[in-house]
């Protein structure tokens, strides 16, 4: 055996993976050869030293502070990998709050009384009540949103009432367009239904 | 039945931070005594493995179950320290001889591991000696080295960790031995 092949077969022993024949065979070498002898003693020496170097721990609270230094939770990513999953339902959720918060936002700022049309030098105000005075003629289209109407004279446009009526017109009234009440609860109504087929639909 | 880390594993994916306290607890000394003999300093060491158990923590959900736990965790540690050094090397450039100092590295030029710290704990001269031995191999090796030796995972749980083949590990085993043997034999 020459030399050279013989130090790997060194290595390949001391990684315990030299086969029983290459032993033997290694053994015939060094026992022949003092210069690989001491060359295998000595690596036998470096990896006895390596290996019984302490092992060395960790401080005592690390784990501590590797427990702290954690994102405080997973449940955000339990979140939004829900989301993913169900995306129809989410968009729909979303959908219903954001329409939700604007009809409610819409409800609240609208319940004081207020009139427009191009022409309100005409008309008079009595309480929550807009009234069009017999004799007096009003041009162009009114609308009237939380209140009543009440029209006496003359009305040359559409008359549009949200949240209110329109009390009986008198006979000495004329409205030239169209009378339109749109009652605004209604559509509250149909939200509340709709949203309870929601709730059956998706549970809740 | 999983092993034991695949079911920690798990549950702590789920949300159970106890079950993740128990892998902190299941590997915190065995990262802390790789990064040490990979970068030779304390503190890197802790920061290292502080770094290795969050990218675990944040990763839980790409770990593959085919895989050992500890080939997993292993390999995210060691590639930390392996960067961490080869950032140290470019800045101190540790392995070039330098011209005005006959025979002193880089390593040599340090503040002496004798002075700091760092090896107040040694008890004798022997794991000094052995300590700056480790300290000196090549990236390359000291890995192989580290993983083998003071870890004691076999030759092919190295390959796994390190995504090389056998041969290669076994190539840098023994040269990583030579490398030793050469840095010791006449000092012990």
């Not at chain 1, 955000?76 to 829900?82: D, F, G, K, N």
Request: aromatic share 8%; charged share 25%.
């Amino acid at each position: 055996m020459k030399c050279n092949v013989a130090v790997v077969f060194m290595h390949d022993y001391l990684d315990g993976d030299l086969a029983r024949e290459d032993t033997l065979q290694l053994q015939q070498h060094l026992k022949h050869c003092p210069a690989c002898l001491s060359r295998y003693e000595s690596l036998e020496r470096t990896d006895a030293f390596v290996k019984a170097m302490p092992m060395e721990k960790a401080p005592d609270n690390l784990s501590y502070r590797i427990m702290k230094s954690l994102p405080s939770s997973r449940r955000p990513a339990a979140w939004t990998s829900w989301v993913r999953r169900h995306p129809a339902v989410s968009a729909a959720a979303i959908f219903m709050v954001v329409m939700l918060s604007s009809f409610v936002s819409m409800w609240n700022q609208s319940q004081e009384l207020s009139v427009s049309g191009p022409d309100l030098e005409h008309v008079v105000f009595e309480g929550r009540t807009v009234i069009v005075p017999a004799g007096q003629k009003v041009t162009g289209d009114l609308t009237v949103v939380n209140g009543d109407v009440q029209v006496l004279g003359d009305l040359e446009g559409n008359l549009t009432v949200i949240d209110g009526s329109v009390k009986p017109l008198a006979s000495t009234a004329h409205i030239a367009g169209q009378v339109k009440t749109i009652d605004r609860a209604v559509d509250w109504f149909w939200y509340k239904v709709s949203s309870y087929f929601g709730t059956l639909a998706y549970g809740s | 039945m999983k092993p034991l880390e695949t079911r920690l594993a798990r549950l702590a994916l789920k949300g159970d931070q106890r079950a993740f306290a128990e892998i902190v607890d299941l590997y915190k000394d065995k990262l802390y005594h790789l990064a040490y003999r990979m970068t030779g300093n304390r503190q890197e060491a802790e920061d290292v493995v502080q770094e290795t158990f969050l990218r675990v923590y944040k990763n839980l959900d790409r770990y593959d179950e085919n895989q050992k736990f500890s080939t997993w965790i292993y390999r995210i540690a060691t590639n930390l320290c392996i960067d961490r050094l080869r950032k140290r090397k470019a800045i101190y450039s540790l392995d070039a001889e330098s011209s005005d100092h006959e025979g002193l590295d880089g390593y040599a030029m340090l503040p002496s591991d004798g002075r700091t710290p760092e090896s107040e704990l040694l008890l004798s001269e022997t794991q000094r000696l052995i300590h700056e031995a480790i300290a000196t191999l090549p990236v390359k090796y000291k890995s192989v080295m580290i993983l083998r030796y003071l870890q004691e995972l076999s030759l092919q749980e190295i390959s796994d960790v390190l995504d090389m083949p056998v041969t290669t590990v076994k190539t840098r085993v023994h040269r990583g031995r030579e490398f030793l043997r050469r840095k010791l034999e006449h000092k012990l």
